[in-house]
């Protein structure tokens, strides 16, 4: 059996998208920025609006016409607001113009109500500004991104502080990498729980980072408490890696598991491994082990897969079968563009099996095995 695996990097929080994900215009009612989302809730209410001011009551009014799907008069009570000086009419209506809600996309258009609300120094606007000029889209600049969520961070949303630190942390340049240690830190620290797991990777093992790994797996304990299982996973394996300071093997046995019991497919890789050796706090279990390995097999992380061929290989917590172990010893070692990884492991593994079999039938399993997921056989 191979060792715990150290995971050595992360996958960031989507901070800016492509301009495809942005530009999609094929979805009836795409999300909302979120600070429009809050106010169409609210509005949900029906709260009178005698009372409200002109361009409150285009603003109501937009929100009911954008909840039952009317998007033409959203945008028209929407423009009429942003006259009146309401920023999130202008987000509003480039939102519903940038998406083509209401007909053909309008790019151009979009971004002259966006600008109108960046005036206003509205957050989500400046956020949309700013992926639009990532991708080159809507006339927009790539360096413009910087300024735009700079001026959104600058103006106390936390959520744009998250987004300028992972900007600033993508371009990896060294001479940027204490603000976007700053603006990180600011995020996390004022609660954004999506923030926490970026912090904690810019602290451990961002190029440019303190590389300090007792902040970082506090950080990734405290992702992990709330509720972000990836989180669990990293201050898991950091634990039991004695990474950082008063490192505690049996807590990161206890996370991984938590991290596995939420559904995270590698994690459940991480935790079958963990059972099939043993642990500190944690008796091996090779049934359960095999159970976490298979569900973490049929959710695709490779290191489950590897895992739950090899029980079956050695009938290791679970019934032996070489048929179904030569099929997953072959997935775990598909990459998405169909060809095979490099793991010494899995080959040798995949190898043996193969020996084990007869041509004929190794080779039909290898065409099983390559099936994906929704042509298998159940």
Request: zero cysteines; proline letters at 5%.
């Amino acid at each position: 059996m191979r060792g715990l695996l150290k995971l050595a990097g992360l996958t960031l929080a989507a901070a800016l998208t492509g301009a495809a994900g942005a530009l999609a215009a094929d979805e009836a009612a795409p999300a909302l920025p979120p600070s429009l989302a809050d106010l169409i809730e609210r509005d949900r209410s029906a709260d009178p609006v005698e009372d409200r001011s002109l361009t409150n009551t285009a603003m109501a009014s937009a929100s009911g016409a954008y909840m039952t799907g009317d998007y033409a008069m959203a945008l028209l009570h929407a423009e009429r607001a942003a006259a009146g000086g309401e920023a999130r009419g202008a987000t509003l209506a480039g939102h519903i113009l940038l998406h083509g809600l209401t007909g053909e996309a309008d790019e151009a258009g979009a971004v002259r109500w966006l600008r109108r609300a960046a005036e206003l120094n509205e957050p989500d606007a400046m956020i949309i500004l700013a992926r639009l000029a990532e991708a080159g889209a809507a006339g927009l600049a790539p360096w413009q991104a910087r300024d735009f969520l700079s001026r959104a961070a600058e103006g106390g949303d936390v959520r744009a502080a998250h987004e300028y630190g992972l900007y600033l942390l993508q371009r990896a340049d060294p001479g940027a990498a204490s603000t976007a240690m700053d603006w990180l830190r600011l995020a996390a620290e004022s609660g954004r729980e999506e923030a926490f797991v970026d912090y904690a990777y810019a602290l451990g093992e961002w190029a440019h980072g303190p590389h300090d790994l007792t902040a970082a797996r506090r950080w990734y304990e405290r992702a992990g408490e709330a509720g972000v299982p990836f989180g669990a996973l990293m201050a898991g394996t950091m634990h039991l890696n004695e990474e950082g300071e008063n490192a505690d093997p049996a807590r990161g046995a206890q996370l991984v598991r938590i991290a596995a019991e939420s559904g995270l497919a590698p994690a459940m890789g991480q935790y079958a491994l963990l059972l099939f050796q043993g642990a500190p706090g944690l008796p091996a279990d090779p049934v359960n082990a095999a159970h976490f390995a298979h569900e973490g097999a049929r959710r695709g992380d490779p290191e489950s897969q590897f895992l739950y061929a090899y029980a079956l290989a050695v009938g290791d917590g679970t019934a032996r079968d070489l048929e179904d172990a030569y099929v997953w010893a072959v997935r775990a070692g598909l990459t998405r563009d169909g060809e095979m990884a490099d793991d010494p492991d899995r080959q040798r593994l995949e190898a043996a099996l193969a020996n084990a079999l007869d041509a004929d039938t190794a080779e039909r399993l290898r065409v099983r095995a390559a099936l994906p997921p929704e042509n298998r056989p159940r």
